[in-house]
């Protein structure tokens, strides 16, 4: 049987309740788990806060941590806990005087029994709505063994269910990893997880690891701590997002790009551009991005490599004015430090861009910086099929650039994701009467007809121009060319 999301108690959290499904379960025991430092204490005290705007009684018991710690660490978000009731729980002197200390009995013993009456004091005196208990490893460490620690906290959650009280239990993972015992008791745990990787700051994501009668969003999700507190970046599912649209030819600002195209690509679809460094990929795909917004549309570009002003310069230089496009709110511009950003935060940046900017066009340049963000081949090859289809299914046009490594010869892509693309267009460098020369070539497309011809083709001051097909060459798109007849009319000798 399903819980009933009407009545649920909402995190406050920025993605975790679309996580959850809607928040806990009210009157219930929700454990959360993780290292120190993954956050637990703020995504708590949020919880707290969320209930406390609310009208509710909420109640912060800290067997870790003074109240002044608790108070200092929530000034750093701008917060002062005005709703929060703390109740710190700091062992008793007659525990801490030696010459007190029960020589008879275990001391474990009074200090067990005695922090439970306390808790239970604590909570008769507030009767509060929502209570975050921090933290489990205290209380396992009194217990002593597994048995007398699953006591208590069956204990504490009948005590606790009894009163409709909403629960959450912090354990940091510091006393015994492998006991289970809590996930048993507790009617939901979430997992909060920190990587370390080689370069870069240090990753955090999150795992609902059960949750009972409810279907939750399952896998791991990427989350943040920033000044104002926890953000999880839901992992994005393409299957929840589909709208109805039309499959109309897009076009760029070049006809004769378009021609080489058969026409242009369908709306909706993912465009991947492949090529050595300096072969124009990014201006390749800019033409597109200037004909959506002369036709008074919107796109954004995540630029992963290059600098953002020395693209606007570069731009400039072929006759397009990106700033004027920012300025008009026309164009998203992001520059992207892959080494700062997680692979979910990404993906949270371009549904941002889509459903609450409109933008119909999208620039990824490049893959290659993206991966950097990526711990392996395999989570690319499966965040990009799950991003591409969520594009593709909003109406979004979606190009995306790949640099191949070397210049000529057998070159090599860092990924291949040329079969997620519906259109591969390639660009190759050729020697030529003693020049180094551009080709131009479209090796896929899945609908509609285009080119099978090698042409060459220069970006300049007046766009994109292309050249009449390479008939004389041979070895092109290995990189090698060589003639095998006439030297064909090239760029040069076209008026």
Known sequence: MTEDRQDAALTGVRGLDDVLAGGFARGRLFLLEGSPGTGKTTLATQFLMTGAAAGERCLYITLSETEAEMRNSAASHGWDLGGVTVFELVPPDSLLDEE??????????LELGETTQRIFQAFEELKPDRIVLDSLSEIRLLAQSSLRYRRQILALKHFFAHRGTTVL????????????????????VIRLEELSPGYGPDRRRMRVVKYRGRRFRGGFHDFVIETGG????????????????????????SREL??????????????????????GKSLLGLSFVSAAIQRDEKAAMFIFDEEIGLLFSRALGLGIDMRAMVDSGNLIVEQVDAAELSPGEFSERVRQCVEHHGVRTIIIDSLNGYQASMPEENALILHMHELLQYLNRQGVTTFLTVAQHGLVGDMKS???????????????????????????????????????????FRI????IRLGPPLVGFQGVLRGVPTFVGDIPALLEDIP
């Open 230 to 253: 926890v953000r999880v970046f839901p992992r994005l599912v393409s299957a929840e997002h589909r709208i109805h649209m039309s499959r109309d030819i897009v076009k760029s600002d």
């Open 100 to 109: 007190q200390q029960q020589s008879l009995l275990y001391s474990s013993d």
């Open 169 to 188: 239990m912090l354990d940091d993972l510091t006393a015994d990893v492998a006991d289970k015992t809590v996930h048993s008791v507790a009617h939901a």
């Open 414 to 456: 860092p990924v291949d994701v040329t079969y997620l693309a519906d259109t591969v267009v390639l660009l190759r460098y050729f020697e030529a009467s003693g020049r180094v020369r551009r080709a131009i070539s479209i090796i896929k497309k899945r609908t509609g007809m285009h080119e099978d011809t090698i042409r060459e």
């Open 258 to 279: 378009d021609a080489l195209l058969g026409g242009g690509v369908e709306r909706g679809s993912s465009v991947l551009i492949l090529g050595p460094a300096g072969t």
């Open 460 to 463: 300049g001051r007046y766009g």
